[in-house]
């Protein structure tokens, strides 16, 4: 079989498209880099997603934890410290027990023991907590002439926040919250490894690697390509990410501006 | 209840507790060990060792930990047991590989495979420390990889003023300096350590998740004096209140750890120190 | 011909005579959670059908027979690299398998797979089913057309049917048997399906003498009838030898 057609087969093979077994013998270095190649559509939609709602989420919960009022910052601080006190990987098998528990007290509650829900919100729970302690740490660092100044134009509230506080924020938080973002995407290799079960044979690329290592007993092949897929995702973001820190220190001196450097601050 | 809670499987759960503990206070020396490795080789002057440690920190933090678990057990058993046969037995004529197999001479085996399970069980937890201290080691060689640059170069060009070799340098005024750099970056390695530890049973050490595993699940009467339903999510509760406490813990006692060292020391947070006495 | 067999004698001699040292203590790996094939009882130690069987083998081999645990999906790659001499852990003979490992001459008989689900009339063939990763069920799930969901461990596949999250879970009949008799939620459903070709001891393809000695001992408990007085105890609903 030539490797396009292989690639035909099992390109998508992760989201349901193409041949519906996986290969069972004769196993080709086409067929590993392609499928799992495939399961990383799950890493990136699970990275991308909890990255996307958790980044909105967790500047209200640095907001809540920096609150006077204590109604607001005690919900923020347990949150916090829950999610980045217990280790992600019980997270992912607690979640999916509470989740199951759920499902009969309301059909609404149908999905969310299936991965591409119920795995995205405790990712997206956990993300939440982590950035939201580095915007929590920015904000605190935010130079006390910036929000004086704010004051002496008689900025208020939401003018205030949205042009003086959170782009500030957002500036100093940007270099960890670029490391949050990597292992973010290294963590999503958790959730077919716990309670979450794989349906269909659609797993992430650490599934397929998996396979490939227990059908032909030879991890040295499937494991290094993974790796090789990963440094991919990581150089992309770190590409991504740098572009922005640039557009958000552009009012800056050149030398003055914070270079992106990686940090193992936030891994879980 | 009480009798439900102190069955040899229940014992087996509370020595697991202990092997976790055992592990952090074993890899987090071995780790730091790998680390200054790391760094060290890093800033080396000779070039291909630079390579080395830059490479090894760069390849590790770049992948997910996970994967590295699933392979390192079996890459570093086969590893060494390949390096005893070479040694060991000279005169084997057969391949090592055969076919699926890896078969080594008997010498060479690692643990011998008549010892006691005991020395397997002991080697196996070796192989995890290793593994463990292999990939923190990484990310700590990192952490004083960055608290070395952070010491003032003003520093280093005095030691050189005063006719100090590299070496000397190195070890007398770099290395001291530094720990007050780096300590933040490791206390935050030492709560992500505590993190990882779940993972243990991906490296074939029976460790807490194990157990609570095997416990929570359904127990036919058949088979059990204590027969119950699926109990998994209250086992996962207690592990998740376990972990939520020992980092409550380790967060105070770093804390204080790092008041007493910030102490007199010409940082930020020391110069706060003494404006507030 | 001749010279084959006596090639084969004489390897057999030399590799027993290389095998001798590393074989007085033989591991055997089990998963322990597989009842009544093999789990941990309260005191946490191997029990069931296959530690009792696999202690008399021991005995008549005259091998020290040592029980270790290890997760199924490593079971073999940890074979393959000498941490344990022997799998017995309800694993069916299969082509598949028996590329990469050998097999003893099978301990039970090929043991039906069977459905087990919470209503009587769920579909088979459309609905979703579960299994455990890596077993003969997973790929004959796969192959027959229903979704399959995969599970780490075989309790994690029958909760998911109380869970409401597969329809069906197929496993050994022996292993769902227990379940369904005890739990009132649970019934068996649908024709069972003869998958795999009996339970045996899983040995290296380098080890034959350890082959030999279990394959003549499992022989023996044949002839005896030792090996149905076991069966009858654990798996009563299996056939006898």
Known sequence: ?268 | MACYLTTGKHMSLYWSVGTVLLLLAITAPAALMFGFGGAAAARSSFTPLRWFGKTYMALIRGVPDIAFFLFFVIALDQGFEWARHQVLCPDWTDAIRQGNDFVVCAEAKLPQGNAPQWVHEVYGFFVAVLTFAIVFGAFAGNVLFGAMRAVPAAQLETAAAYGMSKRQTFWRILVPQMWVFALPGLSNLWMVLIKATPLLFLLGVEDIVYWARELGGTKNPRFTDYPHGDWRMWYFLALLVFYLAFTKVSEVVLDRVMARLTHGQATAAGEAQRKAT | ?241
């Open chain 3, 1 to 241: 011909m001749k010279t084959l067999i006596t090639a084969t004698a004489l390897l057999a001699i030399t590799a027993g005579a290389a095998l001798a040292g590393s074989h007085s203590v033989v591991r055997l790996g089990t998963e322990g959670a597989y009842p009544p094939y093999n789990f941990l009882n309260d005191a946490g130690e191997v029990d069931g059908f296959e530690r009792e069987v696999g202690d008399e083998l021991c005995a008549r081999a005259e091998l020290t027979c040592e029980w270790v645990t290890n997760e199924w999906d490593s079971i073999i790659p940890n074979l393959v690299s000498g941490n344990y001499d022997a799998i017995i852990a309800g694993m069916s003979i299969t082509a598949e398998r028996d590329e990469v490992i050998d097999f003893t001459t099978p301990y039970t008989q090929p043991d039906p797979s069977s459905f087990v689900a919470a209503s009587a009339d769920v579909d088979l063939a459309g609905g979703v089913i579960a299994a455990q990763t890596g077993t003969i069920q997973a790929g004959h799930v796969a192959s027959m057309g229903a979704t399959l969901l995969e599970f780490a461990t075989p309790e994690e596949t029958v909760a998911a049917v109380k869970s409401g999250e597969a329809d069906a879970v197929l496993a050994d009949r022996a292993f769902l048997e227990p379940i369904a008799a005890e739990d009132a939620d649970l019934q068996m459903v649908g024709d069972d399906v003869l998958l795999g070709g009996g339970i045996g001891m899983g040995i290296r393809e380098s080890d034959t003498e350890l082959k030999e000695k279990f394959s003549a001992a499992i022989e023996s408990m044949k002839a005896d009838g030792s090996l149905n007085v076991l069966i009858a105890k654990w798996l009563p609903e299996s056939a006898p030898f």
């Open chain 1, 1 to 268: 079989m030539s490797c396009t057609q292989t690639i035909l087969d099992y390109g998508l093979r992760a989201i349901g498209y193409g041949e519906r077994l996986l290969p069972r013998s004769d196993f080709t270095l086409c067929q590993q880099f392609t499928l799992i190649g495939s399961g990383m559509i799950w890493n990136i939609y699970f990275g991308l997603f909890a990255l996307m709602f958790g980044f909105c989420f967790a500047v209200a919960l640095a907001m809540g934890k920096d609150s006077p009022r204590v109604l607001l910052r005690k919900p923020s601080e347990w949150f916090i410290f829950i999610f980045r006190g217990s280790p992600l990987f019980i997270q992912f098998f607690f979640g999916y027990f509470v989740f199951l528990s759920l499902k009969p007290i309301h059909p609404m509650f149908e999905s969310l023991s299936a991965a591409w829900l119920g795995a995205l919100i405790v990712l997206f729970c956990n993300t939440s907590a982590y950035s939201a302690e580095i915007f929590y740490g920015a904000l605190k660092s935010i130079p006390k002439g910036d929000t004086e100044a704010a004051d002496a134009y008689g900025m208020s509230g939401w003018p205030r926040f949205k042009r003086i506080v959170f782009p500030t924020m957002l500036r100093l938080a940007w270099p960890a919250y670029t490391n949050e973002a990597i292992f973010l995407f290294h963590s999503t290799t958790l959730i077919f490894f716990t309670g979450f079960p794989a349906r269909q044979q659609r797993g992430d690329a650490l599934y397929y690697a998996s396979y490939f290592a227990d059908k032909t007993f030879n991890p040295f092949v499937p494991y290094p390509i993974l790796a090789m897929y990963f440094i991919l995702v990581t150089l992309l973001i770190i590409g991504v990410f740098g572009i922005a820190n640039k557009r958000l220190n552009r009012h800056l001196p050149s030398q003055a501006r914070p270079k992106l450097r990686l940090r193992p601050q936030i891994i879980r």
